[in-house]
């Protein structure tokens, strides 16, 4: 992939994460930036954890054909 293809990937990642962080804060306390980035720090974690695991196990994977 071409650099400006990761420029548009990762940017259409963080307008999803954001999108989905202002739905999620607007159920609770919408008042207060704190809650929005508490509400962001939760996404992100969740939306990482799967990642990480995957990343893993794909480096896990490809050592072991090597």
Known sequence: ???????????????????????ANLLGNPNTIGSYLNTLWQVCVWAGIPAV?????????????K
């Not at 992939?1 to 739905?23: E, F, N």
């Not at 695991?53 to 054909?65: E, G, N, S, T």
Request: include cysteine.
């Open 53 to 65: 695991v995957a990343a893993f196990l794909y480096l896990l994977f490809i050592r072991r054909k």
């Open 1 to 23: 992939m071409k650099v400006v293809d990761w420029v548009i990937a990762i940017a259409l990642v963080v307008i999803g994460l954001s999108c989905l962080t202002m739905s």
